[in-house]
T-cell receptor, first 111, second 109 residues
Framework: DTGVSQDPRHKITKRGQNVTFRCDPI?????LYWYRQTLGQGPEFLTY????????KSRLLSDRFSAERPKGSFSTLEIQRTEQGDSAMYLC?????????FGSGTRLTVV | DQQVKQNSPSLSVQEGRISILNCDYT??????FLWYKKYPAEGPTFLIS?????DKNEDGRFTVFLNKSAKHLSLHIVPSQPGDSAVYFC????????FGKGTRLHILP
């Protein structure tokens, strides 16, 4: 296992389009987290899963955002009707207990 | 409402000297504090952590100090090396990790 994988690394989309990102965590990790990072900010928590259950969602996660982890393994984050303010680095992390391992992120640019 | 604050956006330190990065927090319920390091185009990588019941943790060139009464922690890097140039995030954990805005450290030759 080489760590947390995120796909794609970069995504450019037109405003109003839908996008979906994928995260493959470290296989034995039961917790999976999504964060968003914009320029000059630290990673901001969006949501997390324990196995397939989504346990918490940030108020940053508007109705246009949805995340799933259907079999408790990989996760997807979908953004519908993208807006320019959605442009950011979307980071996924996984953990078994204390401490996270992050992926390299998906950089989204909405034009 | 920022629960973890890093008030210095950037810091420049001469190679070989000590780098001190500071962090303040507001939530006394945090049970662990962490430092992450981030290079461009990569995700944050874990550097060092400290439990809320301790006041110091050391790992090689890196030492984290925790002052609970002041709700303050700091990361000391000594001696600083060119490869330490990166953005450092202070973070705190309850059931999820909350990050500060980061401090960009420049190690000068």
């Amino acid at each position: 296992d080489t760590g947390v994988s995120q796909d794609p690394r970069h995504k450019i989309t037109k405003r109003g389009q839908n996008v979906t990102f994928r995260c493959d965590p470290i296989s034995e990790h039961n917790r999976l987290y999504w964060y968003r990072q914009t320029l000059g900010q630290g990673p901001e928590f969006l949501t997390y899963f324990q196995n397939e259950a989504q346990l918490e969602k940030s108020r940053l996660l508007s109705d246009r955002f949805s995340a799933e982890r259907p079999k408790g393994s990989f996760s997807t984050l979908e953004i519908q009707r993208t807006e320019q303010g959605d442009s950011a680095m979307y980071l996924c992390a996984s953990s078994l207990g204390f401490g996270y391992t992050f992926g390299s992120g998906t950089r989204l640019t909405v034009v | 409402d920022q629960q973890v604050k890093q008030n210095s956006p950037s810091l420049s330190v001469q190679e070989g000297r000590i780098s001190i990065l500071n962090c303040d927090y507001t939530n006394s319920m945090f049970d662990y504090f962490l430092w992450y390091k981030k290079y461009p185009a990569e995700g944050p990588t874990f550097l060092i952590s400290i439990s809320s019941i301790k006041d110091k943790n050391e790992d090689g060139r890196f030492t984290v100090f925790l002052n609970k009464s002041a709700k303050h922690l700091s990361l000391h890097i000594v001696p600083s090396q060119p490869g330490d140039s990166a953005v450092y995030f202070c973070a705190a954990s309850d059931d999820k990790i909350i990050f500060g805005k980061g401090t960009r450290l420049h190690i000068l030759p």
